[in-house]
């Protein structure tokens, strides 16, 4: 599959009272075409603040030392405001993580939707309308002409969710950020428009990013996942190879903090310790101290970067986990 999105070593600070926040320190990975591509890690690792540089939505405070950002060659974090305008909500959408908060609450769904659109085709309104109905409706949303007269706070969380999601799809994008998408939703409902997204991103032939801290989704949706740490990325791989031979003592970790049905028996392994302060990151692996398989030479030789170690299997750790640990 040909590549749409190429993130090199991506490197994003904050200034904020208390010292400079490093948020991502070196981040690299390749999206292709029709892939959905999984982001995962626990609260604090960087996941938003990736999704935002991508689409050049980072606040005043951010600032980028160092990286790249490549959407179809173009490097996006030097590209001009009317490039990112063109390509933004047409090209590239991006979906927030708490819809209620991100919909205008003054402004029906309908005049939302249309903007979308009429910001990016010069097409009548009443085929721009014509789009909305048709969007609502591929989403499941009942009543679609109804819904396009509503405004947000009259609509439940899953509904605002859906309108999110036709937002950032009427316009048939390549590239779908989908950040947290479902979170603060039942998983019913979740399931539901997880489903939606993954056949329709496929009719559309369109490549997601998906971005959460839920490893049954990962399972559930991923053609390739990546392993977030601290800003960094600990482990990326296949989606089946990463859950049946996780190689970062992370990875490995959070895997052995999921229940399993197939075996009601197993007993959770929490993981210990806290992630570091983003503000003094030490110069060793991030992961140090929570790891149990560190050695000497983590303690004593900088940061380790992913190396590739077979099959497009890639892990930065001097002493990965083995197949049989």
């Given amino acids: 599959m040909a590549e749409i999105l190429k993130v090199e070593n991506l490197h994003v600070h904050f200034e904020t009272s208390a010292g400079q926040v490093k948020a991502l320190n070196g981040v690299s990975f390749v999206q292709e075409e029709d892939q959905i591509f999984c982001l995962v890690g626990e609260s604090g690792a960087g996941k938003s603040t990736l999704a935002l540089a991508i689409m050049g939505l980072l606040p005043q405070n951010a600032s980028v030392p160092a990286g790249r950002v490549l959407f179809d060659g173009v490097d996006l974090l030097r590209a001009g405001t009317g490039h990112l305008r063109r390509i933004r909500g047409k090209e590239i959408s991006l979906v927030f993580q708490d819809a209620q908060a991100a919909l205008n609450p ?95 991103c496929k009719d559309l032939h369109s490549a997601i990013l998906l971005i959460t801290h839920d490893m049954g989704i990962v399972a559930h949706m991923a053609d390739e996942v990546g392993v977030l740490y601290a800003g960094t990325l600990a482990e990326s791989a296949e989606v089946i190879p990463l859950f049946k031979e996780p190689r970062h003592p992370y990875t490995w970790a959070l895997l052995q903090a999921l229940p399993r049905l197939d075996d009601v028996d197993k007993k959770l392994a929490p993981l210990p310790g806290v992630p570091p302060d983003m503000i003094n990151l030490p110069e060793q692996c991030p992961f140090l101290p929570r790891c149990q398989k560190a050695t000497a030479k983590c303690r004593l030789d900088r940061r380790p970067f992913l190396e590739d170690i077979g099959s497009g299997h890639r892990v930065a750790c001097y002493n990965p986990v083995l197949a049989l640990d």
Avoid: N, W
């Fill in 106 to 200: 003054v402004q029906t769904v309908g005049s939302q939707l249309e903007e979308v659109i009429l910001a990016h085709q010069d097409i009548p309104t009443r085929v721009a309308t014509t789009m909305c109905l048709e969007i609502l409706r591929e989403l499941g949303l009942p009543e679609p002409q109804r819904i396009m007269k509503e405004y947000p706070f009259s609509l439940s969380g899953g509904m605002c969710q859906r309108v999110m999601l036709a937002i950032a799809l009427v316009l048939r994008p390549r590239l779908l950020i989908a950040d947290e998408a479902t979170s603060g939703l039942d998983v019913t409902l979740q399931a539901e428009i997880l489903e939606r997204l993954k056949s329709l």
